[in-house]
């Protein structure tokens, strides 16, 4: 039985005897979660689920098909893994066969994308209703009008239930993600960690968009009362849902943007935030998300009996999630899209407590610090880290980057260019020393800094030269202590700073060889330099 499916999915070549639950809305799905025992409601509403070991992405389980289409167009590597046609071919085999044998399907008809000239549509097909809560929480929900004549351009089947076969299916375990951009297929099985499928349609614009002139991002975005759009980039942990989330500007979105020739606009229609140790003094606009119905919350502890959550409890995951609307946050951008943007702002948890809290970039100087994408993760994360750890992720997003780096980094360069934007390094890890030293960047400091460049007065103080980065860093900004404008000047022992600083520029400039041979002699001259 097929219900609401403008298009139907034996069109698609898919068959299968399941009663099929067609573009259910929130509360529906909320229902049949529950009544599916795939999840209970906490106390104040919101839906809490548990994805079992796979509480994040599983990287090392994502392949991309290779053939024609991709040979010369995706950056084969490390992070873009290959998949052959004949595996693939065997991989959807399967898939369509474990289809043919459910019982329920849930479908979901979307848009990658709010702005219309630039969006796609994406079919999402699962077996569980709380999966497809979840993506219709965080990608774009047509309009019932629009869901009328809608056609799948891309499909993306979800079977947490399916074990593959690397032997038969070319994967590295039970667990796998194969993008097939030329069938317009996404196949995930093996894992019931729904951030898939997000990631998913986030590397279907990373790898549309760029040769229609647009800049995919991952980033956050919102604007001020004066009108001006900024973008924040970073990874995770680094701020960037935080930062954005500011009742004082109008949200247009917390993770996945893409930069046009007349707007920025959101990928998705909702928020996927950290829940871990999540307070309502530190995050109010993000806590309050938490009391509402229609919020998923996974790995999320919960009293079994009083159903009250503890968000200081990482028990079941470090990495524990919320997914709820956009219009969740109070002062949202109405259409999820905005003017182009007139600040940039590249996020990173320092945690060798070398950087300053912000520093002024030159053009050259963000596309360096764009394509090297640093933060660093800090002792006790991940098992065997001790000390504080370089994290590079190009774009501030290697996993989702389908095309060289260089194809992104040269979209910002032009972008930044032709727009006159104003760039800024924020730093939001550590000050007084690395990690388990020193303290973290006081928030206060970082929201007094961030709102002097929104608003334009950080252009009115007096700078300084970085010594190690060439940057520029204020000398007094009203409101914050001149002593953490410079980090040396916070660390008790001066030549410990500077060793640690030199040993920060090597990492960068290890890091940076990669891009050498793609990028001018402007931006290798706005390198940090190793003594």
Not at 203 to 227: E, F, K, R, T, W
């Amino acid at each position: 039985m097929t219900t609401s499916l403008s298009f139907p999915l034996d069109k698609q070549g898919i068959k299968t005897s399941a009663v099929i639950h067609a573009n259910l809305g929130q509360a529906a799905l909320v229902e049949h979660a529950v009544a599916n025992d795939e999840g209970q409601l906490a106390k104040d509403g919101p839906l809490v689920v548990q994805t079992g070991r796979h509480t994040g992405r599983s990287a090392k389980d994502k392949f991309i098909v290779r053939d024609e289409q991709t040979e010369d167009t995706v950056a084969w590597g490390k992070v873009n893994v290959p998949m052959s046609t004949e595996h693939f071919a065997n991989l959807k085999q399967d898939f369509l066969e474990a289809l043919g044998g459910k019982e329920r399907l849930y479908v979901a008809d979307l848009f990658g994308g709010s702005q219309p000239e630039h969006r796609v549509n994406v079919r999402v097909i699962n077996e569980l209703a709380w999966h497809n809560l979840f993506i219709r929480t965080l990608l774009v929900r047509p309009t019932r009008n629009e869901l009328e004549a809608f056609a799948p351009e891309y499909t993306i089947i979800d079977l947490p239930s399916f074990r593959a076969d690397p032997e038969r299916h070319g994967c590295r375990s039970e667990t796998v993600i194969a993008v097939n951009f030329s069938e317009k297929l996404i196949l995930i099985g093996g894992t019931k960690y729904a951030g898939e499928m997000k990631k998913s349609v986030f590397g279907i614009l990373n790898y549309l968009l760029p040769p229609q002139g647009v800049m995919p991002m991952h980033c956050s975005a919102n604007v001020g009362p004066d009108g001006k759009t900024a973008v924040f980039f970073g990874l995770s942990g680094t701020g960037k849902t935080t930062l954005s989330a500011d009742a004082n500007r109008t949200l247009i979105g917390d993770d996945e943007h893409g930069w046009s020739d007349t707007a920025v606009f959101n990928f998705e229609g909702g928020c996927y935030a950290k829940m871990i140790r999540l307070s309502a003094e530190a995050e109010p606009e993000i806590y309050a998300t938490t009391k509402r119905f229609g919020t998923v919350l996974e790995n999320v502890v919960m009293d079994p009996d009083t159903r009250e959550l503890d968000f200081d409890d990482a028990s079941l995951a470090e990495n524990s999630r919320g997914a709820y609307p956009l219009e969740f946050i109070p002062n949202t951008s109405e259409h999820n899209l905005g003017p182009v943007p007139s600040n940039v702002i590249m996020l990173t948890a320092d945690a060798f407590g070398v950087l300053p809290p912000i520093a002024r970039l030159t053009p050259e100087q963000a596309m360096y610090h764009f394509l090297s994408g640093y933060t660093a993760k800090v002792a006790g994360t991940e098992i065997g880290v001790t000390e504080p750890e370089a994290t590079f992720s190009t774009c501030f997003g290697a996993p989702f980057m389908p095309r060289h780096p260089s194809v992104y980094g040269n979209l910002l360069k032009e972008r930044i260019a032709k727009g006159g934007v104003q760039c800024w390094l924020l730093n939001t890890g550590w000050t007084g020393g690395k990690y388990g030293v020193g303290k973290r960047m006081p928030i206060k400091a970082t929201r007094s800094l961030l709102n002097a460049a929104l608003d334009g007065s950080l252009n009115d103080a007096e700078f300084r030269k970085d010594p190690n980065f060439g940057f520029e860093v204020p000398v007094h900004v009203d409101g914050v202590e001149d002593s953490i404008l410079d980090p040396r000047s916070t660390w008790t022992d001066k030549d410990e700073y500077d060793r640690a600083a030199q040993k920060l520029v090597q990492l960068f400039v290890d890091n940076f060889a990669q891009f050498e041979a793609h990028v001018d002699k402007s931006v290798m001259e706005a390198a940090p330099q190793a003594a």
